[in-house]
């Protein structure tokens, strides 16, 4: 039954794939809507088959082709995996009908129809990487999924920022498949099987091998510091619906990845769990104190995605550190933690980079700096963005609280339960993710009072206007989902079989807040009955208060800038001419700050800087003459038999 | 049991919402002696606030609804917090009320919201001040969540009813690292409350003010809201620190007798505790800005030793 619904839904997304694509010459909006149609309706039947999974327990599997005996493309259904496609469900359903809208608006004609089918497929493939049985139709639809992204991100090709991010994205993505194929050619190699199934128990320095492996290819994909430098390029420059998509589901692809291996692969490891949790703990508070610096609302959204890609590491890291030190309640937390936080992430992520397209849509500008005063203007955007503000800082009652308290839960209890080192380093993870959290809600506060607040800075935003129906609405079901989940989290989580102690009832917590609000309201209205009046703010003297006047984004991060500084790395540079010899005279001259790129200075460049200059190397053998390359052949031939030779 | 212990929490909550403008004038009170004033009357508060809520509310032209629910927001907030925390009676905690990390994410939404109004009106001071207020929240937040962490290792439990009941039973000679962290509780109390050396609650210059800035731009009775809300925050965190390094008094099970002592102790003692809080912002200048990480390193360092000796014992 289940196995049915999933498949009529993977048919649906593969109509979708087909109706824009069989006609690509016809530049015809009713074909696009018609696609997102059949995303909408694959996306209820999926999250259908993956809630009565999740609530009802049991499993699925079916065989789609066996190529081989021993290699098939079969898929199976379990609750991990439902969660995941509960996520890529829920997202892609609401962003199709966002998409509806926004991509009438976009430039390039016919090409829409494409952006329309690849969007389906690469949904598909993330759908099917997570349905995936064993690990060879694992790494065939992870490439598919790689592939229809770098598509997507190169949607404005024209453009050569674009072209960039695209090309930097593709990079980083063949590193990560690369590891991954690594990884599981080497657990072939141990344990003679590509099905998960009968994958278990590969310890030993072959062990470490394939985990090192297999984590470097997830946490490239996932966006962990250090490589996670091609989100903030990649996120920008693609349509805002692909930016949820990547973000909000294709980073989670790789969170389950990592978990379906630990669960599936390993036999838990204290220095495994400490290595995920150290990457965890770093990304998330780099993500987030460079979130605070960027100017660009996407790219901000996008090292906010890296922030929160290292609050789920950190749950996983927990999980297999309890696990690894015997605390079965405590490891059951954290991973509930981690399945739970990218479920919230997944719904507060994809809300906030669809409602930022719509702001960009009407303000054309990515640049914090030249927005404000949008709140007038577009009421139900910024009320909707500001939903998912207020979530993603973990504020009660909604979503983002309810995943960050279960961590917290864990950390705090595992502070009495394990052995004296642990618990300092565990604490020192506690500070520092505090720190996250808290600067999260700084980076929030800043960007939602620069983008919406107080007067428009620039002309365009001045005559900004509300984005019609269907990009209202997609973003108004995630932020209800935002609600809901923040609201019954408890609940929840024990109908799937989790119940947490010490969890609080977040529905009585939301209850209390809207009864002391009204009471208070109540009070002060019979009490009060003084006017209102509107008038001008006090401008310290000046007689018109002026955009300009304003506190800007850059102004509002200045102080935690400075207390960060050692790890922002900005660069003073001066230079000037001068009168005299010795420099006293001055001239003319300039000075700047540049925020240093230090992961690309350091890590990026030097290895790309190898690999150019091997590839050099290489590229002498080809110099396009037959007669060479006969050569090459004959020698290849000849080095091969007395290769044989030698070993017979 | 739940109507009576929900009963209870209304009259606590009640108790705090009475009292909690007192403290404020007893602060202000003792700072004038210490600076050889005679300071205003100890229930000025009472009636400034009273004459707010009767004066007209101005909002900006630029302002949007941020502006108008912030101060019901924060006033919500914080009357929730105060359900959290118990001042004579500790009742049996139910459904999570009492949870401390709740309890922190509580006043940090009432800081969302006051920060955003700040800079919802595009005046120059309230953006000024939502920035440094972020700031040093960001920067406390580490030091605030190891002294909690440092609690629910002490008392072995996530809620403040559970914690206040073993300090109750316990007494301090059983836990005398709550000494360190009572320090820490101390700075914490000091910051979260906007007093001088971090901020100083009484001027309107742009190159102190911090909280004061943020709440600039309001009026009537939304100022009279906005303070009150301030008033809450300092009697709650001073309840807490009260009720955990000192609960001499505190009771578990109810008795009239028992009701009167406690109410009577838990009044010396908060007495004694404004007379420190006006006495150690009397002793101090306000800090430089960029010197404040350094404060609260100090809480961070005397809560971090605190778990040291707890996890070391």
């Known amino acids: ?648 | 049991m739940i109507p009576e212990v929900i009963l209870y929490c209304s009259i606590n909550m009640l108790c705090i919402v009475a009292i909690a403008p007192l403290f404020v004038s007893l602060i202000r009170k003792v700072k004038a002696w210490t600076q050889g004033r005679r300071g205003p009357s100890i229930f000025q508060t009472y009636s400034s606030l009273a004459k707010l809520v009767r004066k007209e509310v101005l909002y900006s032209h630029d302002s949007s609804r941020i502006m108008r629910v912030t101060p019901w927001v924060n006033i919500a907030a914080m009357l929730v917090a105060a359900l959290f925390v118990p001042l004579v009676f500790v009742p049996v905690p139910f459904e999570g009320i009492g949870n401390i990390i709740l309890f922190l994410y509580l006043m940090a939404v009432a800081k969302f919201f006051t920060a955003l109004s700040g800079l919802d009106a595009g005046s120059s001071f309230g953006g000024m001040g939502s920035s440094r207020e972020m700031s040093i929240s960001a920067v406390i937040e580490p030091t605030t969540i190891i002294v909690f962490a440092a609690l629910a290792l002490v008392f072995k439990s996530l809620n403040i009813f559970d914690m206040v009941a073993a300090s109750a039973t316990e007494g301090l000679a059983h836990n005398p690292e709550l000494i360190l962290i009572g320090i820490s509780l101390f700075i914490i109390l000091i910051v979260e409350t906007s007093r001088i050396p971090v901020d100083n609650p009484e001027t309107h210059l742009e190159l102190t003010m911090i909280h004061e800035g943020m709440i600039l731009e309001q009026s009537g009775r939304n100022l009279a809201l906005l303070e009150l809300s301030s008033a809450l925050r300092l009697t709650i965190l001073m309840a807490l620190l009260i009720n955990i390094v000192a609960p001499l008094g505190v009771i578990t099970t109810l008795t009239v007798a028992g009701l009167a002592i406690a109410a009577i102790l838990f009044a010396v003692k908060s007495i004694i505790l404004c007379g420190a809080i006006g006495i150690f912002e009397s002793s101090m200048a306000k800090m430089r800005f960029f010197k404040i990480p350094g404060l609260f390193a100090m809480a961070f360092f005397f809560s971090t030793i605190t778990i040291i000796i707890e996890v070391l014992s």
């Open chain 1, 1 to 648: 039954m289940i196995a049915l619904l999933f498949v009529i839904g993977l048919i649906f997304l593969c109509i979708g794939i087909g109706l824009p694509l069989v006609t690509i010459q016809r530049d015809s909006r009713y074909l696009r809507t018609l696609s997102a149609c059949c995303t909408v309706m694959a996306s209820v039947l999926l999250s259908i088959a993956a809630a009565a999974l999740i609530f009802m327990g049991g499993s699925a599997a079916f065989t789609l082709w066996q190529i081989a005996p021993g290699i098939t493309l079969s898929f199976a259904l379990d609750r991990l995996s439902s969660v995941f496609i509960l996520i890529i469900a829920l997202v892609s359903g609401c962003v199709a009908i966002y998409s509806t809208e926004y991509v009438e608006h976009l430039e390039g004609g016919s090409r829409r129809n494409l952006l329309c089918g690849c969007t389906n497929l690469f949904i598909l493939a993330m759908v099917l990487v997570v349905a995936s049985a064993g690990t060879l139709p694992f790494l065939l639809f992870w490439e598919l999924m790689a592939g229809a992204s770098f598509f997507l991100v190169m949607y404005d090709y024209t453009t050569p920022e674009v072209r960039k991010a695209g090309i930097f994205y593709l990079v980083m993505t063949q590193f990560s498949t690369l590891f991954i194929l690594a990884g599981v050619i080497a657990l072939f190699a141990i344990t003679g099987s590509f099905e998960f199934s009968r994958m278990g128990g590969a310890a030993g320095m072959a062990g470490t091998m394939v985990f090192v492996f297999l984590f470097l290819g997830f946490s490239i994909k996932a966006g962990i510091v250090p490589f996670h430098k091609w989100l903030p390029y990649a996120h920008p420059a693609s349509p805002s619906p692909i930016s949820a998509l990547m973000s909000g589901v294709m980073l989670k692809i790789a969170i389950y990845g990592l978990i379906r291996f630990l669960i599936a692969v390993f036999t838990p490891d204290l220095l495994q769990g400490l290595l995920i949790l150290a990457a965890g703990i770093a990304s998330a508070v780099l993500g987030i104190i460079y979130a605070l610096k960027e100017r660009d609302l996407k790219g901000m959204l996008a090292f906010s995605s890296i922030e929160n890609i290292g609050i789920i590491f950190t749950g996983i890291g927990l999980y297999v550190i309890f696990q690894a030190t015997g605390h079965d309640v405590l490891a059951v937390i954290s991973l509930a933690a981690a399945l739970f936080h990218s479920l919230n992430h997944a719904l507060i992520k994809s809300l906030l980079f669809l409602t930022s397209g719509s702001v960009i849509h009407a303000s054309h500008t990515r640049d914090i700096e030249r927005m404000g005063g949008l709140s007038h203007r577009m009421p139900y955007t910024s009320a909707l963005f500001f939903c998912g503000a207020l979530a993603i800082s973990a504020l009660p009652p909604l979503n983002g609280f309810a995943s960050e308290l279960l961590i917290y839960i864990a950390f705090f209890s595992s502070i009495g339960a394990l052995d004296p080192l642990l618990k300092i380093l565990l604490i020192l993870g506690l500070a520092l993710f505090a720190l996250a959290s808290a600067l999260c809600a700084a980076c929030f506060v800043k960007t939602f009072g620069s983008v919406f607040l107080a007067q428009p800075r620039s002309e365009e935003c001045q005559s900004a206007r509300e984005v019609p129906g269907a990009m209202i609405a997609g973003p108004a079901l995630l932020a209800s989902g935002c609600v809901i989940l923040g609201l019954l989290p408890l609940q929840f989580l024990e109908l799937a079989g989790y119940p947490i102690p010490l969890f609080p009832n977040m529905l009585l917590i939301g209850i209390l807040l809207l009864a002391m609000y009204g009471f208070s309201w109540m009070i002060l209205r019979a009490v009060s009955h003084e006017p209102i009046r509107i008038c001008p703010t006090w401008g310290c003297g000046y007689v018109t208060q002026r955009p300009a006047f304003e506190y800007t984004g850059e102004g509002f991060s200045e102080p935690v800038a400075r207390i960060f500084s050692s790890i922002y790395r900005t660069q003073v540079q001066n230079e000037g001419t001068f009168a005299d010899q010795k420099n006293c005279l001055f001239l003319e001259g300039r000075g700047g700050l540049h925020l240093m790129k230090i992961f690309e200075e350091y890590l990026y460049l030097p290895i790309a800087g190898f690999t150019y200059r091997t590839a050099s190397l290489v590229s002498r053998f080809q110099n396009g003459c037959l007669d060479t390359y006969l050569l090459y052949v004959f020698c290849t031939v000849l080095g091969l038999i007395l290769f044989l030779g030698v070993i017979a």
